[in-house]
Nanobody, 118 residues
Framework: QVQLVESGGGLVQPGGSLRLSCAAP????????MNWYRRAPGKQRELVAT???????NYAASVKGRFTISRDNAKNTVYLQMNSLKPEDTAVYYC????????????WGRGTQVTVSA
């Protein structure tokens, strides 16, 4: 059974940092492109960052230069380092893979809440 477990969220002041983690299923994790998404209150889920199986990363314009996505294939884990956080970064953050979404018919984990507030 597929299970994605996001963690590391919390309450942080503007300008602060958080590091999110996502534990993914073992097996062929290393060949998946992995993404971080977020859903802010009242908004659609948006793609934040992508890392390919080869380690190439891409970012949404709103987070470029502040967020860093990385992966550890030995641990089946993908990370999102978030620096210089802003109130508009407040959202529930999810990880997923386009391949897993198709395979599972749209499975999503519970996500992890990030709140940026003074």
């Amino acid at each position: 059974q597929v299970q994605l477990v996001e963690s590391g969220g919390g309450l942080v002041q503007p300008g602060g940092s958080l590091r999110l983690s996502c534990a993914a299923p073992a097996g062929d994790f290393a060949i998946f492109d992995m993404n971080w998404y977020r859903r802010a209150p009242g908004k659609q889920r948006e793609l934040v960052a992508t890392i390919t199986s080869g380690g190439a990363a891409n970012y949404a314009a709103s987070v470029k230069g502040r967020f860093t996505i990385s992966r550890d294939n030995a641990k089946n884990t993908v990370y999102l380092q978030m620096n210089s956080l802003k109130p508009e970064d407040t959202a529930v953050y999810y990880c997923n893979s386009p391949t897993l979404i198709v395979r599972t018919g749209g499975y999503w984990g519970r996500g992890t809440q990030v709140t940026v507030s003074a």
